[in-house]
DNA sequence: GTCGGGAGGCTGTAGGACAGATTTCGACGT
DNA sequence: ACGTCGAAATCTGTCCTACAGCCTCCCGAC
């Protein structure tokens, strides 16, 4: 998946090892010099692994002790794990139905007219994309990220963030999406957005909830024709 | 927040430089070099503070040309920036509400026999510390992890993931909770898990998804018992 | 048996070196 | 004047060595 990099590599490696030795959470994994011996890179490749490691909140080092395993990877990574792409793509609608819902209630209830007028663009940049026949992916995102901002909630935007990773990680590892659009969808598709919109604008938090819920049905059906 | 590393140092210090140079996305960033000149440290460091950024999808390195930004950082940043507890801490139980009540109404829906025990288990090792006046911060929370586990959804999972290391970098900044509970509390919060778990069993989601929603909004007031 | 101290191991950090990739820019040919 | 090509400058990726400070564990003293 991440070839090129030897640090990819050792990161894959120590992962290894933790599945095949079973490591537990708070067992100690082998030195940096070890692992670097091992692996037969140098040590400062190894940290840059266990680094990353740490920052996924699978190890955890302890200055002058070693690095200690915090999580079961076999849990924790199964999104670094080939996965099937149609089920993937399944399970990101489901988290995306009960997440971008709430997010348009929320926003619904709490938009500032700033957040409104950042919403107003975006949808005017994803509207002129779309007739201009572009993917517009990104102008798509775009106008969910500012119906996700104008929630004002921290925990939220991250979540919302972190999700997003998983569906691009996704679709760059599964299938290319970008068929031709009819006029008939992109005009659907627009119509979507603005009834999302329009509830947002007129602060109607069950109409913009499942206005959301229907875009995203609608989109899920428009990946994958074929249904559940 | 993390003091003592060097490194950590050194993100803050690359993100201050993104935002202060109003860096947006695409743009270089200077030179490791450069970079461990301005700092005043050695390049290793900057390559592990890099290699963070990297690996939180804010840079993006290439081989031979330099470090470049990659999404907008401002927004992207919210979550490493100092924040309200009270206020992060209500956004948490916000993105719980939603996330957990759909895990267990999937898991009501989809769990596997073997997960049933899993969830079982999970339950009596929460009963068992409760009853000995732990604070099975840890035991709550691997229940509530093997609800998610029991929506056979990746996504779900790894989101569900995302959001606790939120909830336990926010514990961590802010407040000791751990108070000495009155043992009605701790007759509640099993109560609360069991019939959650009950739920789950006899396969009733509306009933699975209620009784998490019930158990959280709990859980917030024993929290903040200021309300809202 | 217990306690303390020391030795060894480990991470954190520094600095230097080189290979290979990429960008830049000037020289050269047309 | 313009396009093309190549060389130099720059940068990341990798390796090496070294040492300070911290942690663990074991051994010896009592």
Redesign the pocket.
């Known amino acids: 998946m991440n070839e090129?990099?030897?640090?990819d590599r050792a990161y894959t490696n120590i992962v290894g090892i933790i599945r095949e030795q079973k490591l537990v959470p708070g067992e100690r994994?082998?030195?940096?010099?070890?692992l670097?011996e091992m692996f037969?890179?140098?040590?400062?490749?190894v940290?840059?692994a266990?680094v990353r490691l740490a920052s996924d909140g699978i190890t955890e080092?302890?200055?002058?002790?070693?690095?200690f395993v915090k999580r079961r990877p076999s849990e924790r990574l199964a999104a670094h794990v080939p996965i099937d792409t149609i089920a993937a793509t399944l399970g990101t609608y489901e988290v995306r139905f009960v997440l971008e819902a709430e997010a348009a209630r929320l926003a619904a209830m709490r938009r500032s007219s700033e957040q409104m007028a950042e919403i107003d663009t975006a949808l005017s940049r994803l509207a002129a994309a779309l007739l201009s026949s572009n993917p517009a992916h990104d102008e798509d995102w775009q106008l969910h990220r500012a119906i996700a901002l104008s929630t004002a909630n921290a925990a939220f935007i991250t979540t919302f963030d972190h999700m997003h990773d998983q569906v691009e990680r996704i679709l760059k590892a599964g299938v290319e999406i970008s068929r031709s659009r009819p006029p008939e969808v992109i005009r659907a598709m627009l119509q979507e957005h603005e009834m999302i919109v329009d509830a947002i604008r007129v602060q109607d938090p069950d109409a913009a909830a499942l206005a959301m819920r229907w875009h995203l049905s609608q989109g899920r059906k428009r990946l994958m024709p074929d249904g559940l």
Do not use: V
């Open positions: 090129g990099r030897l640090a994994l082998p030195s940096e010099a070890r670097a037969g890179m140098s040590r400062g490749i940290r840059e266990l080092a302890r200055r002058g002790a070693g690095s």
